[in-house]
């Protein structure tokens, strides 16, 4: 996707202006600084790229779906037999289990005597919900669904008195709060999708909340909510749900952050002030800092006075970096129409380099910040911001200095050496 | 339409909402115009911020009146150097971003309307944008008449 380089010399090509041509952001820079060295998956869409609204990496390792990790745990098997189950094996396979029929699935022959027995409600929540997903859609409107996208299939094809009575049986037979929830969550689903607004709103409140039981399937229900809030024009509790939704959920956080968006563009003051915990706070100021008109460290430093280690402050450090490189590394470096000899004016041409006296004054704020959190006797991880640290000299051509922090790079994670050895040999 | 007269986004002197020798020129062979036409005239104000790399965007209804809650120094006249981190108007401001404020006062808006009715030799109608209080209280109703 970026350019990477491990080579020791790049210079600037003077251009005077741009012809028109395919034109694509992240490739008109040298990329020397790994921004996932923040070893956080879950917050890599939120690192820096000028192409998409939101980072892409192949590099999702560890970044498990967190319904399925949840399945894994209440029927207690590992999480490819839990994948299996939810998301590939065929309903008709799951219905012969519960049929006594079995099934010749191999991949299903965890699924044993003893497990049928003991999760059988399970197994029919699983049969249930695998009839319903294919219709999990909104209902069109005119022959697209409510915001403009056309779906194969959509849920008022299926008989909506019919599903929810179906649903709602099923949650007052059910004893399980795992599986209650499960069928709440369907309820409230069908029936924003179904577009009945105030009904998914009634459902949440009583076949959700009342279970007074919160792990990752109630903040999905939540965000359901707050799309049946926002086509009820109540904003500001819609983006209090998708807030919610976007701090709890590890794999849908652009979806949230997308949904808050498009809510009356996301009222970050309202959020603000109702932020009650560290987390949130830091997840807002994140969020402010992802806007990339604002200044990245002035959110860093709210988020540094009360949580040091927060991965939030390593995300936005990441993207001001990124600025910078692309400030400072370009591929082609033009000048403006109206100083078209402004590169004879340079006293090298070999990159890094810049001179605009705004990226000047960032890059010290940068390195000012980076050093400063370095200074923190509450900082675990000293590495990331000794390779931060480093960087921010490096770019300054200030070899002796970058050499410096690096060599206190201590930590062997494959990421930490790669990047440790790409400003090395870079400098 | 006689305002918007320079760029916002790279004017940054002057009031590129309207400048009356800008509109004059415009308007030196107005009267050779052969189609009946109104006049549009602007009263809204706005505040143009720049960040910390030197990029600029646009934020709507801005008054100096508003920026009175100490978070904000003026610098320049009506250019003024964002203290604290702040929301105005639901933009989230970060320290050191400078904002500066065009609006069309009761002053200009005479002025324009004085040379216009001196410079235009048919009848015409006088359209404003746009009509909310936020502006319109700032204006008597001789001024817009």
């Known amino acids: ?427 | 339409m006689c305002y918007a007269t320079a760029n916002p986004i790279t004017n940054t002197e002057g009031n590129s909402i309207l400048e009356l020798p800008i509109l004059k020129d415009y308007l030196g062979t107005i009267n050779e115009y052969p189609l009946p036409f109104d006049i549009d005239l602007a009263l809204y104000s706005w505040g143009i911020i720049t960040n910390h790399v030197g990029k600029v965007k646009l934020i709507n209804g801005i008054s100096p009146e508003v920026l009175t809650n100490g978070n904000f120094k003026e610098i320049d006249k009506n250019t003024f150097e964002v203290l604290n981190d702040v929301f105005l108007h639901g933009v989230y401001l970060n320290k050191g971003f400078t904002l500066k404020i065009e609006r069309i006062s009761p002053k200009i808006l005479r002025e324009t309307k004085t040379y216009l009715n001196s410079k235009i030799d048919r009848p015409y109608a006088i359209v404003y944008f746009h009509l909310d209080r936020l502006f319109t209280d700032q204006f008597t109703t001789n001024d817009l008449l």
């Open chain 1, 1 to 427: 996707m970026k350019k990477n380089v491990a080579f020791l010399l790049l210079f600037i090509i003077p251009l005077k202006n741009w012809s028109c041509s395919w034109y694509s952001p992240d490739l008109e820079y040298y990329n020397l600084f790994m921004q996932e060295i923040i070893n956080d998956p879950e917050y890599y869409p939120f690192l820096r790229t000028d192409e998409s609204s939101f980072y892409q990496t192949k590099n999702e390792e560890n970044l498990h779906n967190e319904n399925i990790e949840e399945w894994q745990q209440y029927l207690n098997i590992n999480y490819e037999q839990a994948h299996y189950l939810v998301f590939e094996a065929s309903r008709e396979s799951i219905k012969g289990i519960l049929n006594g029929e079995g099934t010749a699935d191999p991949k299903l022959a965890f699924a044993d005597a003893q497990f049928i027995k003991k999760h059988t409600q399970a197994l029919r929540y699983i049969s249930y919900a695998k009839y319903l997903a294919p219709y999990m859609t909104v209902v069109r409107q005119g022959g697209t669904t409510y915001w403009g996208e056309e779906t194969q299939r959509h849920a008022g094809e299926l008989d909506y008195d019919h599903v929810i009575s179906v649903l709602k049986k099923s949650w007052n037979a059910e004893t399980d709060k795992e599986l209650k929830l499960r069928y709440g969550y369907q309820l409230v689903r069908f029936a924003h999708y179904n577009l009945k607004f105030q009904e998914a709103l009634d459902y949440f409140d009583e076949y959700v909340e009342i279970l007074d039981y919160k792990p990752v399937m109630y903040y999905y229900a939540v965000d359901q909510k707050g799309g049946a809030e926002r086509a009820l024009q109540n904003y500001i509790q819609a983006n209090q749900d998708f807030f919610q939704f976007f701090i709890h959920t590890k794999n849908r956080k652009q979806s949230a952050y997308s949904s808050m968006r498009v809510t009356d563009g996301a009222n970050f003051e309202e959020l603000l002030q109702n932020a009650k915990t560290p987390k949130e706070k830091n997840d807002i100021y994140l969020l402010l800092g992802y806007n990339d008109f604002n200044n990245p460290l002035s959110s860093f430093d709210k988020i540094v006075a009360q949580s040091p280690n927060a991965v939030q402050a390593k995300v936005l450090m990441a993207r001001a970096i990124n600025q910078l490189e692309r400030d400072y590394f370009p591929l082609t470096y033009y000048c403006p129409y109206d100083h078209e000899d402004c590169a004879k004016e340079l006293d090298s041409r070999r990159l890094p380099i810049t001179s605009d006296q705004e990226t000047v004054a960032f890059l010290e704020q940068t390195l000012e910040a980076s050093e400063r959190q370095l200074q923190n006797s509450d900082l675990k991880d000293k590495d990331f911001w000794n390779l931060t640290s480093a960087y921010l000299y490096f770019i300054q051509k200030k070899y002796k200095e970058a050499s410096t922090y690096l060599a206190d790079v201590k930590r062997k994670s494959d990421k930490y050496l790669q990047q440790k050895k790409q400003t090395a040999n870079a400098g």
